[in-house]
């Protein structure tokens, strides 16, 4: 049985789909086998960033409205065999997806799959409740700034009240990934400190992604940053996010940070 | 350090509660009626100055025939204050207006049934709602609640019947309302109503203030009204006459 991790934010535009790309590539490098399926049921982005937009016949609610078989909306990664995509239907709204069916398709991804990466869309409202409803695992994707702490904040209260986990008095296991995280602007002092956002938020530190052009650059090719340039700090940064997702402890660098500069070369180095 | 938060006199934005007798309507109309009627016929008097509220869950009818109902009961002094459980289409301006979250107290004691047909009033029980003084209502031992997570942005932590301690941070878009004290180990950096029920001896305390507003007892201040120095502070906040009056925790 599979893992279900929701990636969600509340807020848009901080880096969901990114990083649900990213991980999801880094966690099938592994040879895990991977799918990220794309919640975001009318302004999908995922093929995208994965490349795949040129390939997709079936989505999540053909799926679920039982016009194609799972196996028929899958679509699987050209560079990693063990990475499969579902998208979402561009042309439907939200509205299309539901709660049993998305039960059906998580409960069959959960059977063939090590990790179902469901990608959250921004909001509160169906789509994003529905990504979440069957999560095992919830990434918090946060950027530094006030609006953003806040709306995960919002996230984090429904993720522990309107998830299955939470109606069965199970917890939520929560990490918080912050995401667009510019050293020098932390410098001059223009965006929340690291630790005032793990203050306020209270949950674990998956990691820290920095704001980079490699963020960019891997998305305008198509290319989940992991596997566009896996030397790039960004694509560094989400290697060790996957890592610790898998349990592994290893202490999270600060981008820009002269110790933890040097940390990371340590840790590379001894990896 | 004890400072007046603001001079400006604050608005009262005060709860209270009362205890309503709750009429329940059954069809035919004119069976029930006759029923009422018997009733107070035993106690004249009986439903006279006394908050009434309709409960009309299961009435079939329409905004008209509710109408001709309470224009019957005020007929014989029986005033409507307001509806439970009624449909939107069942409401109108000129109707009692609709009541919500209503809470079960003890039942009324019916007008004892005399032979005479006459009773006077003095021979009657106390009614079971009529409890102590209510001066001494928040003496006795308060109930209390402890929450031991943070409160997230957009919860809301409603308790009306004493103290509410929490263990942990008020986010800001969270909101605590108590009828007795709040208590929060962490930031406050939501809402804290205190007192909400009438207390005026609640407090607030706080080991670092960030609140977006703060209230007790109906006085309120906002953020921007507040100290600039109380600030990231631990703080103790009550009230002194109408004025709400902040100190430092040292």
């Known amino acids: ?271 | 350090m004890t400072d007046v938060v603001s001079e400006s006199k604050a608005i009262r934005l005060k709860g209270r509660s009362f205890l309503a007798l709750v009429l329940t309507p059954e069809l035919p109309f004119e069976d029930w009626l006759a029923r009422l009627d018997d009733l107070a016929a035993r106690s004249a008097g009986f439903f006279l100055r006394r908050p009434i509220v309709l409960d009309v869950q299961n009435l079939d009818v329409d905004r008209a025939q509710l109408r001709t109902m309470i224009d019957q009961l005020t007929a014989r002094n029986v005033r409507i204050m307001g509806l439970e459980n009624a449909r939107a289409s069942m409401l109108a301006p000129d109707l009692p207006p609709a009541l919500t979250d209503g809470r079960a107290a003890s039942d009324f004691e019916p007008p004892a049934q005399s032979a005479s047909g006459e009773t006077s009033q003095t021979s009657q029980p106390q009614p079971a709602y009529e409890r102590e003084p209510s001066h001494n209502h928040f003496a006795t031992a308060m109930p209390s609640l402890t929450v031991t997570e943070p409160v997230r942005s957009g919860q809301s932590l409603v308790f009306p019947d004493g103290d509410v301690t929490v263990v942990g941070s008020v986010a800001s878009g969270a909101e605590i309302i108590a009828g007795g004290s709040i208590h929060i180990y962490g930031a406050l950096r939501g809402r804290a109503l205190a007192g909400t029920m009438g207390n005026a001896s609640a407090r607030i305390f706080c080991r670092k203030l960030e609140a977006e507003l703060i209230a007790i007892d109906g006085f309120y201040k906002t953020a921007e009204d507040m100290e600039s120095e109380l600030r990231g502070q631990a703080v103790q906040i009550w009230l002194e006459g109408e004025a709400i009056v902040a100190e430092t925790l040292s």
């Open chain 1, 1 to 271: 049985m599979g893992k279900v991790i929701v990636v969600t934010s509340g807020k848009g535009g901080v880096g969901k789909t990114t990083s649900s790309a990213a991980l999801g590539a880094a966690l099938a490098q592994n040879g895990d086998k991977v799918v990220v399926v794309d919640f975001d049921v009318g302004l999908r982005n995922l093929d995208l960033v994965m490349g795949a937009e040129r390939r997709v016949v079936y989505d999540l609610v053909n799926v679920i409205q039982g016009e194609a078989k799972l196996a028929q909306a899958l679509i699987r990664d050209k560079r990693l065999e063990t990475l499969y995509l579902l998208p979402a239907s561009q042309t439907r709204d939200k509205d299309n997806l539901t709660p049993e069916g998305v039960e059906k398709v998580i409960t069959a991804l959960r059977k063939a799959f090590d990790w179902v990466i469901c990608d959250s869309p921004a909001g509160i409202e169906r789509g994003a409740t529905l990504a979440m409803r069957h999560a095992d695992v919830a990434i918090v994707v946060t950027n530094p700034e006030v609006s953003s702490v806040r709306d995960s904040d919002r996230i984090i209260g429904l993720l522990d009240s309107k998830t299955l986990k939470a109606e069965q008095g199970e917890r939520m296991e929560k990490h918080l990934l912050l995401t667009r995280f510019d050293p020098a602007r932390a410098e001059r002092g223009d965006m929340l400190k690291v630790e005032d956002v793990l203050e306020i938020l209270s949950i674990p530190l998956l990691g820290i992604i920095p704001e980079s052009m490699d963020v960019l650059r891997a998305s305008n090719v198509g290319a989940p940053v992991t596997l566009a340039d896996n030397k790039s700090a960004p694509a560094v940064a989400y290697f060790d996010a996957a890592r610790r997702l898998k349990g592994e402890t290893i202490p999270v660098t600060v981008p820009g940070d002269k110790r933890g500069f040097f940390g990371k070369i340590f840790g590379r180095k001894a990896a």
